[in-house]
């Protein structure tokens, strides 16, 4: 199940941490946010895995530091990672359709999932 | 089915080498090892049992169920033993009718590598450091091929434990060497990204990891038959086994040849009786 952060500013994401959310799943009963912004999403995602990683000093990490490189994100918290972003875009994200490198860096994951 | 002079195949899943083809053996493992050279890795021979808490630790039970033989033994019990040899020990299928087992600790090797990283628990290193070693590994598989995919087989590794650097640098080292070697003994091969062989993979977060960051190559013989792999496993032995570079869980990488699948490439692609590429 995922952890949930809060976005740095005013949200109405699902509070509810269901698995798997989706924006056409009638049972989570959420919808896509407009008000969402770019910089919010990167922001989300740095307390993610700031809040996992408490030594990273703060505003860390940057939006091209590389996270699985430098262990900021291991192999038991991708899946995660993966909820997160799954209800950080109200979308959900068929694992197959992963491709290399979408979880590199803020960037990266950005591009990936937000773009 | 490949047939070649030096060459018996068992219905267990093994094969018997002799003659030409166990020099082939021989020649190709030597020349692996004058690869490991190159960083002066140390070799190591280690035995074919493994503590079952050595793979515990890196969970790898739960990974990889249906790859696990074990070996087994009688319960010592006298009256267990008594009662084995009163019935018939073995059936007319040739399958063994064991009274009661002794509780099982070990698992025969499934990669030569692991041994090296309980071997080097709780080290700390202030410099790359670079090991090999040759086992004989068991997979259990649900069909065997002759020299490509067996029950036992001879798995020659190098492994670096050491920064995220030095161990990419490895890494690129061991496939530039790999490719030299290829080409010079023209073997059609490619590197293709691979994952390993996880059981349920998509309830399995490493093989999730794994797709999002291919740490695994593999050199595939005719596009079909890895012969060698390279592995990038970060700090995950690192962690697991309490080995340390300057006080960090050390990075491990490692390059693993499937010896038998050199010899079956070779028998492919020259033919089975020589003469081979000089090696």
Same mark, same amino acid.
């Given at each position: 199940m995922a952890d949930r952060v809060a976005l740095s500013t005013d949200d109405d994401l699902d509070p509810a941490p269901a698995a798997? $959310?989706?924006?056409?799943d009638p049972a989570t009963g959420t919808v896509p946010d407009p008000d969402v912004t770019e910089p919010d999403v990167r922001e989300a995602l740095r307390s993610w895995i700031a809040e996992r990683n408490p030594?990273? @000093? @703060?505003?860390? $990490?940057?939006?091209?530091?590389r996270l699985i490189e430098l262990r900021y994100l291991t192999s038991l918290q991708v899946a995660d990672l993966l909820l997160f972003v799954e209800e950080l875009r109200q979308e959900p994200i068929d694992p197959a359709s992963l491709r290399p490198?979408?979880?590199?860096s803020i960037d990266a994951i950005h591009a990936a999932f937000f773009s | 089915m490949i047939d070649a002079p030096g060459l018996r195949w068992l219905p267990n899943g093994q094969s018997v080498l002799s003659g030409p083809l166990l020099g082939l053996t021989e020649g190709l493992d030597h020349r692996f090892l004058s690869l490991a050279a190159r960083w002066d890795a140390a070799d190591h021979r280690f035995p074919t049992f493994l503590a079952a808490t050595v793979l515990e630790r890196i969970d790898w039970f739960r990974s990889f169920p249906q790859l696990a033989t074990f070996p087994v033994s009688l319960d010592p019990d006298e009256a267990n033993l008594t009662s084995f040899t009163a019935? &018939?020990?073995?059936?007319?299928?040739?399958?063994v009718r064991p009274t009661s087992f002794a509780p099982i600790h070990d698992v025969l090797?499934? #990669? #030569?590598?692991?041994h090296l990283y309980d071997h080097h628990q709780g080290r700390a290193f202030d410099r790359p450091r670079y090991f090999t070693t040759r086992n004989t590994c068991f997979r259990r598989e649900d069909h065997y091929v002759p020299?490509?995919? &067996?029950?036992s087989f001879a798995m020659r590794e190098i492994v670096c434990m050491g920064t995220a650097g030095e161990t990419r640098a490895f890494i690129d080292q061991a496939t530039a060497d790999v490719d030299r070697l290829v080409a010079a003994i023209g073997l059609p091969v490619r590197w293709a990204h691979a994952s390993d062989p996880f059981f349920r993979p998509s309830e399995n977060p490493q093989y999730l990891m794994q797709q999002v960051d291919p740490t695994k190559e593999e050199l595939l013989f005719d596009d079909r038959l890895a012969i060698a792999s390279t592995n990038l496993h970060h700090d995950h032995f690192g962690r697991a086994f309490d080995i340390r570079r300057d006080g960090e869980p050390v990075r491990t990488a490692c390059i693993a040849f499937g010896i038998e699948r050199w010899v079956a490439a070779f028998l492919h692609h020259y033919g089975t009786e020589g003469p081979w590429p000089a090696l």
């Open positions: 798997r $959310p989706s924006a056409a030594e990273l @000093p @703060p505003g860390e $990490p940057a939006d091209d530091t490198g979408v979880f590199r | 019935g &018939q020990p073995v059936d007319g299928e040739g399958r090797t499934p #990669a #030569a590598c692991y020299l490509e995919r &067996q029950w």
